[in-house]
């Protein structure tokens, strides 16, 4: 409501274009790094694009230390072995390349080396959690897949190993300084990811447009992202090195997570937890849910629902809004098919017998606090028999 004090946090600078890495010497020698740590996954590091990156480094003769140990859904003992690595190179600076796990990696890893202590002590949902305070290592993020748009975003979202669910740290200081968006580091990741991811992208810009959130930048933000989705999404699909609909798919997901400052909704919360208790890639898990949630919203979300249906090309003039919502949540279903995305998830591996694990994970989960429309344990349910 325009009454209260509202916080809106956008300071990270985007360099965005094909070839864009080739600024990044440039702009470390301005940050002035001596020493950075370089974290990414091992299949990255097998990439060209990381060879270039690292090329990069040798031609400007930049000292670095990589650190490669990132697992997919990354845990706490990840950052604390990266944490021994920075501390043992005596690093001064944080790089995170790679999809979403190596960038939460370096965000959770910049908390851990400025604060010190353990994953948990920072966890968002403990009321005993310590606060996040400056100074940081400074981050510079670059993504090189279109999804989860944590390059720009102020949490990092890390597994507890003892207590095998996701935990969440949020703080406007773990934003990083500088994200490189460079297309051309994104025309090698396959269609099955492509379509995973930037079904997540979608997920971030449709939940944050419709979280009861008074945040009228990020709602610009997310319509644009979901325009820029439906219109790009399958063409980066199908047609791999098409660098105008990369370009737009890396927007598409680095709005999405500037958007969802305002935060999320109950697709997260059931992904999460699918991705914990299934091993479920996280684009996946909210490509299979969104349209089953956006359903169990569509007369608390119409309005913003409409907007979406006519990014879809759908003709709203003089309609209900309802048949718009409806209009809208079926293209939304009809876009996950075309790029390959099942419509169960029992065509994805996970077993009945799971979903009451799942189910507890969930409700646990805070997205869905702030879902459109309140869930109880019964409706995440609901929503899991309807999608298995
Ligand atoms: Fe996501």
Do not use: W
Not at 15 to 27: D, K, Q, S, V, W
Not at 37 to 48: A, C, H, S
Not at 67 to 85: K, L, M, R, T
Not at 100 to 128: E, F, H, R
């Amino acid at each position: 409501m325009v009454k209260d004090i509202t916080r809106f946090s956008f300071p990270t600078s985007i360099i965005f274009g094909p070839g864009a890495i080739r600024e990044l010497p440039g702009e470390l020698l301005v940050m002035g790094v001596k020493k950075p740590l370089i974290v990414t996954d091992q299949n990255m590091e097998k990439t060209d694009a990381f060879k270039s990156l690292l090329n990069v480094f040798s031609t400007n003769r930049i000292d670095y230390k990589v650190f490669s140990e990132v697992q997919p859904n990354p845990h706490d003992i990840d950052v604390e072995n990266g944490v021994a690595v920075y501390n043992s190179a005596a690093c001064d600076f944080i790089i995170g390349i790679g999809g979403g796990s190596p960038m939460d990696t370096a965000k959770a890893l910049a908390v851990l080396v400025g604060m010190g202590g353990n994953i948990a002590d920072y966890d968002a949902q403990s009321d005993t959690k310590k606060d996040i305070k400056a100074p940081l290592p400074t981050i510079v993020l670059i993504p090189t897949t279109a999804g989860t748009g944590s390059e720009v975003g102020k949490c990092s979202v890390i597994t507890s190993t003892s207590q095998k669910r996701k935990i969440f740290l949020c703080n406007p200081l773990m934003m990083p300084a500088l994200a490189v968006l460079d297309p051309e580091l994104t025309v090698s990741l396959p269609a099955h990811l492509t379509a995973a991811t930037g079904m997540d992208a979608l997920t971030h810009n449709i939940e944050s447009l419709t979280a009861p959130v008074f945040h009228p930048m990020c709602d610009a933000i997310a319509i644009k992202g979901v325009e820029l989705t439906v219109k790009y999404l399958e063409k980066a699909v199908k047609t791999p090195d098409d660098i105008e609909a990369r370009g737009y798919m890396m927007l598409a997901a680095m709005m999405g997570a500037v958007a969802f400052q305002k935060d999320l909704g109950t697709a997260h919360s059931l992904s999460h937890a699918l991705s914990a208790i299934c091993g479920l890639q996280h684009g996946l898990a909210n490509a299979i849910v969104l349209p089953y949630v956006m359903n169990f919203n569509k007369e608390v979300s119409k309005r913003e629902y409409t907007l979406i249906a006519r990014e879809f090309g759908i003709d709203i003039y003089g309609k209900d809004e309802l048949e718009c919502a409806e209009s809208a949540i079926e293209e939304v279903r009809a876009l996950s098919k075309r790029v390959g995305i099942p419509e169960r998830l029992s065509s994805v591996g996970v077993e009945r017998a799971q979903l009451q694990d799942v189910n507890e994970k969930a409700f646990l989960d805070p997205c869905h606090y702030t879902n459109a429309r309140s869930c109880t344990k019964e409706d995440l349910m609901s929503l899991l028999e309807e999608a298995f």
